[in-house]
């Protein structure tokens, strides 16, 4: 009985904690604020299984990796940004730039170590905005805010670039309506996901499109719709990270010429 009783003591004895807090404890990375990032980025496994939410009690003692190596970015999405302005030659010292669908901050980040001026981060979510860029006075915080329907006044001046990282939507849905926040001779970098622009039929099992010809039906259909609103399709190249369960995912550059100046051929840089 003895024996019994003190392994139910020390069971009971085994503390759990936040996962991010543990990831700080463990010496696995320096702030709770970047363990935050990589739990939402899907990169930390707990027991093997992958853990995305911050918050999630662990046990102390449990065994959890980091996946893929530590970025300098609030999450994966800055490296995914990073790798696309280098392919098109993109510099965004001094630019005021909107960031649609901006989560955690991936993108803001990126931008804003390469030296913009000031990023709005807009997000349909509330609270996933790192703390870093909450605290940034470059960064205008536009949480719960559905780009479909943000009226211009929010943001202050037109835009020199514009990033999208979207999710469940196609961005032909909300295309139109960026036009109006951007200034003329702007850009647009949008990430393409073909999982969320193909029928629910044409996508694959476990939520993965494979079909080569699927990702091209795509691009192609999305550059078509993008000339129709008078944008030049200057580059699509495909993202040097893969996206979430493994999709390949595209970023598409645009630009709002300062006049029409008739139907542009996209180019592949990849």
Known sequence: ??????????????????????????????????????????????EGKIIDKPGTQINGDAQFQLQGE??????????????????????????????????????????????????YAVDVGYGQLAWKLQKDPRVVNLERKNIRYLPREEVQEETDLILIDTSFISIEKFLPHLLGFLKKGGAILSLIKPQFEVGKGEVGKGGVVRDKALHEKVIDR????????????LGVTESSLLGPKGNKEFFIYLKKENEKDGKTKGTRTS
């Open 1 to 46: 009985m003895d024996r019994a009783a003190d392994r139910v003591h020390l069971c009971d004895t085994v503390r759990k904690e936040r996962l991010d807090k543990l990831l700080v404890e463990k010496g696995s990375v320096r702030t709770r604020e970047r363990a935050r990032a990589l739990i939402m980025a899907g990169r930390v496994a707990v």
């Open 70 to 119: 530590d970025s300098s970015y609030v999450s994966r999405g800055g490296e995914k940004l990073e790798g696309a302005i280098k392919a098109f030659g993109i510099d965004p010292k001094g630019m005021v730039v909107m960031d649609v669908g901006a989560s955690t901050g991936g993108f803001t980040d990126c931008v804003l170590q390469k030296g913009a001026q000031k990023v």
């Open 222 to 233: 999305i550059s078509k719709f993008s000339r129709g609103l008078g944008l030049k399709v």
